[in-house]
């Protein structure tokens, strides 16, 4: 990968002829880099509700444009809740855009925005009929007031066309998804091992369900390639409509590699 890497640099090098203005800096096809991880989440639910496994295997593409993010996910589900089955769900398409980061009094801030679209892949009751196109930001604070902590907000709004699986849900809705995350992390073990708090909120706008969970999670890197992730999310409200399932816990796991 290395050396394709350099040469495909070396071929997109070129010369800027004498009195000519300088280009603008971009980044060289050399710096081109790969995020590939999978993330496993297992969604137990109350009473006789079951559960469902989502393993959903992750690619990300640094590199092509300064500040850019391409990136794709294609779940993989086993649902005994509901439609006791195994199959795909939508593949999720997207692309995320840094548009802000500089240092300010409360700490070093970013700003990240994002799109894109989830697409069917099989159908049926673990994917949508629809194209769901989502927008959405995540916003950070590094090292907030001089602190050791960091600060990420996540906001994901989805609109959906048609019924779509949602794992929180434990089936498909109709209503447009609003997802929100907030993290509290501080180094546990140097940059090696990183410790947060984490809030999630899931809503469907019509007919107003709302999901908050609250947990643990950590982020270790045992390698500078690699990293692990593990959480925890222990539900504190829950307001979905009467023939749902409401959620005991979700517990999920992951490990991404970088090239």
């Known amino acids: ?75 993989v589900y086993g649902d005994d809740n509901i439609t006791d089955t195994t199959g795909l769900g939508d593949l999720r398409l997207g692309a995320s855009v840094r548009v802000m980061q500089e240092a300010t009094e409360f700490g070093a801030a970013w700003l990240d925005v994002n799109g894109g679209a989830e697409i069917p892949t099989a159908g049926g009751e673990l994917g949508s009929a629809n194209v769901n196109p989502f927008v959405g930001f995540v916003f950070g604070l590094d090292e907030v007031a001089k602190s050791e902590f960091d600060f990420t907000q996540t906001f994901e709004y989805k609109f959906v066309g048609g019924p779509a699986f949602n794992p929180y849900l434990g089936g498909q809705t109709d209503a447009d998804i609003i997802f929100m995350r907030t993290d509290l ?7 090696a091992l990183v410790g947060a708090v984490t809030v999630k909120q899931n809503y469907t706008v019509d007919p107003g369900e709302q999901q908050l969970f609250v947990g643990p999670s950590v982020v270790w890197k045992p390698t500078a390639a690699t990293t692990v992730d593990f959480g925890v999310d222990l539900p504190v409200w829950q307001d979905l409509q009467s023939f749902r399932p409401e959620n005991n816990c979700v517990v999920s796991g992951g490990i991404t590699i970088n090239f």
């Open 1 to 75: 990968m290395k050396k394709f890497a350099t040469v495909l640099s070396g071929l997109a090098t070129s010369v800027a002829l004498a009195g000519d203005p300088a280009p603008a800096a971009k980044p060289a096809l050399g710096d081109l880099k790969l995020d590939f991880g999978a993330e496993a989440s297992l969604y137990n639910f109350k009473g006789n509700g079951g559960s469902i496994l989502a393993v959903v295997p992750e690619l990300e593409v640094h590199g092509l444009a300064q500040g850019l993010v391409l990136f794709a996910e294609l779940p």
């Open 185 to 191: 992390s501080v180094p546990v073990w140097g940059d």
